[in-house]
């Protein structure tokens, strides 16, 4: 049965929303023939590795819950310097970025962990990731099947994710995502990045017809991430523009699913969007990929970039497992999920 409809403050106008009608140029909008790898990959200086070995002696001496860690409490003028080169790739530069790396031949898996969250809250405040408040997410195929309504998400299984932005269906959204690579996979999961200003050019270039649609609101599955006895979906533009920046909710799997809940079909202006959306996304120049490797950091802007993966497998034996460890960012609000 489709679910009732949602209370009014699960539902989001989009009357006469402005429109970004102009093509977009400089380092916001690369290309991968534009893209150079000193544009997003950013080393970890010998003297951070040492603060962060420092601190994490320190903690082993008085530990501290992981959530609980205080990076003002450690001295790391090296780190804190490297997080604000970070920001600026994320805030002005191609909006990616990739740390290289932390050295997890003289750390565990829960050293790096805290060394990476130290890092993080350097540059921003962790938040939770889910309403009751789980902060740090382990992001392995879990091999459960991903059901609209079911509250299980995409990121727990081992399908090819499409270009997408986190918490698409929640406000406030993460300004940042962080992934921690502690595993690789056997074979595929190669990640990819592309800015929504160069997707949005090449709409704007060959759908500008469609191009309209994705700023008035679809349905999302909100994966059951909201208080008990409030609707299951809710309604978001995909693209929105504030005169100065583009924002972007671009998720198809939880639209598509947003749909089912709701009992209805996706209008016909709506799914020739979403088509035409789907074609620039299989046009390679709007996008690079890459492999993370053990210890690499990768940072993506969940605003004004996208971040999708290809299918992938785990060897049957676990010794090549893909293990990212997930964190999401934001300058603002609490540190809960409803901000």
């Given amino acids: 049965m489709p679910p009732s409809q949602p209370h009014s403050t699960a539902t989001v106008t989009n009357a006469a929303a402005p429109m970004l009608r102009q093509p977009v140029s400089g380092p916001r909008a690369w290309t991968r023939a534009t893209l150079r790898e000193q544009d997003y990959l950013i080393g970890l200086p010998d003297a951070c590795q040492e603060e962060l070995l420092q601190a994490l002696a320190a903690l ?181 523009f504030d005169g100065a920046r583009l924002n972007s909710r671009v998720a198809l799997p939880e639209i598509a699913a947003g749909y089912v809940l709701k009992g209805e079909s996706i209008d016909a202006e709506g799914h020739a969007a979403i088509d035409a959306l789907k074609g620039v996304f299989a046009q390679n120049e709007i996008s690079t990929e890459f492999s993370m490797q053990r210890g690499q950091i990768q940072f993506v802007n969940n605003r004004q970039a996208l971040h999708s993966r290809t299918d992938f497998v785990d060897s049957p034996d676990g010794q090549h497992r893909r293990h990212l460890v997930r964190l999401w960012l934001r300058n603002e609000g609490g540190r809960g999920f409803m901000g």
């Avoid at 790391?76 to 805030?91: E, G, S």
């Avoid at 200003?197 to 991430?225: C, G, I, S, V």
């Fill in 60 to 240: 082993r001496q008085a530990p501290v819950a992981l959530t609980q860690l205080d990076a003002d409490a450690h001295a790391l003028p090296q780190c804190r310097a490297l997080m604000a080169q970070v920001k600026a790739v994320l805030d002005e530069g191609v909006m990616f970025a990739v740390l290289d790396r932390l050295d997890l031949q003289r750390m565990s898996a829960d050293d790096a962990r805290a060394a990476y969250w130290l890092l993080c809250s350097l540059m921003s405040q962790p938040v939770a990731q889910r309403y009751n408040g789980e902060m740090i997410f382990e992001v392995l195929d879990r091999k459960v099947p991903v059901v609209p309504g079911s509250g299980v998400r995409p990121t727990v299984s081992n399908v090819d994710m499409t270009f997408h932005s986190d918490s698409s269906y929640h406000t406030p959204q993460p300004d940042y995502i962080a992934l921690l690579c502690l595993g690789t996979p056997a074979s595929g999961g190669v990640s990819r990045v592309a800015s929504l200003y160069t997707a949005h050019n090449a709409m704007l270039a060959q759908h500008p017809d469609k191009l309209e649609r994705l700023y008035q609101p679809f349905w999302y599955d909100r994966y059951r991430e909201h208080a008990e006895g409030e609707c299951g979906i809710v309604q978001y533009p995909m693209l929105s």
